[in-house]
């Protein structure tokens, strides 16, 4: 498969006629290649984008709407093709795919594109004053979306769905790792109808196309979600042009179990916010904290539940662990275990995988590490891997603040039926979304994002399309 730009509606090749191989995580082999683009082409649909804008801003919401809503039917209808593409591009699971990447991804533009004709704006009568004041809620111009590689086709939805709601014209970057669904949408958006140029997709390396997006004179706002240190080089050139910053970065979240939880229910959910999509998830619970009365029992059943993961091919319908994205991510995992081995103990997994008829893919089993110090540089760098840490606590204020310790503060999840102490720790996790007795249920219309170094600005619901506008007050004296 050759992966193509997509520029004021048509596919076409970069400029400079260069490419990136583009890796089949499951075997280790190159399947295709993807355009190594550059600024020159960034132009291209910057201009191209610029064009569209004067129209596409004025587009009535009810147009805008229903080409969204067009687009996720279409996606929906191709959600098979979507998947196994998908699935041979990141390495995930088939079935993950099928039911969790794809389906999501079509409800962000049906959501985007409902939510457009509810949006509001505020007005406030001066009485007194005779003068009236309302707000104008605009479209920004031209933005910049720049996805990651682990959730490839919904995070860039995740995007690009609200600017587009807003009516904005968009630049994007989908990550170079894995980029074939997102050069498959544009497909789908020509069928919908969206007008050429609205959207355009550059594909290639982050050092490039994506410097070359943040660092643009006329792209006015930037949407990124990736590693907190590429959020930081992000933010050091966007400052300077005053760009508008959503940044969804790094997370090393904690998962507090109590005794008096459901303990089936915590133990089926934890398995899953430990190890699915092979831990390649910001939100997953990476660092789980188990009251000391029950953490022996937790210890054995975790280990044994654990244990019962099938890692395999991704196409496999057993497979519960498939590939990770990359040789250099599968590398920077297994460094991070080794680590771990000189100081902590490895309960199980630890190790590569080597599956039959795929035995140069990118495979770890589920690794379980026993800490004794939350300070420990396995609890406090992000490993994004199937890894986690268990570790058991006394006390309310100690599991708290072991919670708090660490300089991301992305998620929490909790685990207990005491009603007082899900309200008191809802209130003082130091972290931008709790969830309570569950994991990963989402509400679209949400606010979602981290604090500290987890990242600035919120996504989700009127969230992203109060982010994607520009707010303007008129005051009226009659």
Known sequence: MTVLNYINGAYQPPVNNLWLDNYCPATGTVYGKTANSTKKDVEQAYLAARDAFTKWSVTPLETRSRILIKISELLEKECSRFAEAESKDTGKPLQLAQTVDIPRAANNFRFFGNAITQ?????H????????????????????????WNLPLYLFTWKIAPALAAGNCVVAKPSEITPVTAYLLGNICTAAGLPKGVLNIVHGAGKTVGKAIVKHPNIAAISFTGSTTTGAKIAQYAAPLFKKLALELGGKNPNIIFADCDYNQMLETTVASSFSNQGQICLCGSRIFIEAKIYDTFKKDFIDKVKQLNVGAPREATTNVGALVSKTHLEKVLHHIELAKNTQKILCGGHQVTVKGYEDGYYIAPTVIEVSNNSCITNQEEIFGPVVTLMPFKTEEDVLHMANDTKYGLSATLWTSNLERSMRFSSNLA????????????DLRTPFGGIKTSGMGKEGGFEALRFFTNTKNVCIKY
């Open 119 to 123: 949006f509001y704006s505020e007005s």
């Open 125 to 148: 009568d001066s009485v007194g004053h005779n003068a009236l004041n309302y707000t104008l809620r605009q479209p920004i111009g031209v933005v910049g979306c720049i996805s990651p």
């Open 431 to 442: 972290c931008g979304m709790v969830w309570i007795n569950t994991w990963m249920f989402r």
